[in-house]
């Protein structure tokens, strides 16, 4: 029998000693999905060496073996303690996927390299012209021998100025439908004809990039799945994507923050805490955590039995995102213009300077500008609706 609260004292305990100022200062001042990149893979690396940095894979692929709870709780713990984010289109995406999909040889080459940090992955789903249809992407393949030729571009590849590894959605058949002529490759981005272009977000920072393919030789032992049968691989990975991610952990780290925030912003004679139009928002965004965490550990419990998340990753994508956004205003509101200057110098966990703004405003307007993709990104809230009409609703 697990006694979770003693697991949670451990886990704790684990946090006070592994994670330095340094690495909490870059957990707090993480304003989107992604953590300042060296503070992310120095905390991988120390995860990695516990023994912890896939909580949710099994132990025959080097997880910890936890079950349902004891992967929340550690999970909580990690936001709460403001730890790191580690760069999971790796662990949380592919590895699961090569897990069901993948030939023995790539998951005796691909896996153990995703937990030490080795290889860090991107993902090559989105172009120009193929974003939330993406069925019509146009990045082709085409078989030379031992190798596919690839030809292309993909945009919006979150983290891949810093990856050495990418999954693409390629086309191998333009004679058929367009999901029917898709392929899931494993690409390495030194290969040869491989360019890569930051884009600087309005924040001032970078995350996102363009990737661009020009006669990019890939052996087709990184192919994964069959010929042409990409599309059934990349809606299996699309789940763990959607479902995967703990949106109530990431939304009570939120709601701290704006309790501290009310707390902190006058409002008249005293502070906006007390404003019943306030305490009524903040009340409704925590009823409805409440349910969001409900339908997050039915996934969970899914996973646990062998399934995988399925069409309810939809329902949470949809309202954790939503809710988080909602969220995002109430912080702006709280704080007011003290948000308005754009310092992403202060978001970096090496800054010693002087703030321009009071601490509890610095992350604000990033975190604001940064989630509104939120609702796009993973798939667009308007075809998650149409999933859940779909799947769920049977309409």
Sequence with gaps: MIDYEQFRQTVKDFLKTALTPELQRAGELTTSVFSEFNAALAWQKKLHA??????????????????????????????????PSVVMMGIQMLGPMLMHYGTEEQKQHYLPRMLSGEHIWCQGYSEPGAG?????????????????????????????????????????????????????LLIELNTPGISITPIV????????????????????????GAENDGWS?????????????NFTIDIKKQLRKIFRQAELTPWGKTTRSVDPVFQHRLAEAEIDAMA?????????????????????????????????????????????????PQC?????????GDLLVPEHAVTTMAEYINNRAATIYGGTAEIQRTIIAKKVLGL
């Design 132 to 184: 939330s249809d993406l069925a019509s992407l146009k990045t082709s393949a085409v078989r030379d021998g031992d190798d596919y030729v690839v030809n292309g571009t993909k945009i919006w590849t979150s983290m891949a100025h810093h990856a050495n590894q990418i999954f693409c959605l390629v086309r191998t058949d333009k004679s058929v439908k367009p999901q029917a002529g898709i392929s899931f």
């Design 50 to 83: 516990k023994g912890w940095i896939a909580p949710d894979w099994p132990t025959e692929f080097g997880g910890p073996g936890w079950d349902i709870q004891q992967r929340y709780i550690f999970q909580e713990e990690c936001k709460l303690a403001n730890a």
């Design 344 to 352: 992403p110098e202060l978001l970096s966990p090496e800054y010693g």
């Design 201 to 224: 977000g309005l924040d001032g920072q970078v995350e996102q990039c363009q990737v661009f393919f020009d006669a990019v030789r890939v052996p087709c032992k990184n192919l994964v």
């Design 292 to 340: 969001l965490e409900q339908a997050e550990l039915r996934i969970k419990g899914a996973v646990e039995a062998g399934g995988n998340p399925g069409a309810l990753s939809s329902l949470v994508k949809v309202v954790g995102t939503e809710l988080g956004q909602r969220l995002n205003e109430l912080s702006m509101d709280l704080v007011g213009p003290a948000a308005s």
């Design 233 to 245: 691989v990349a809606k299996f990975l699309l789940e763990f994507e959607r479902g995967g991610h």
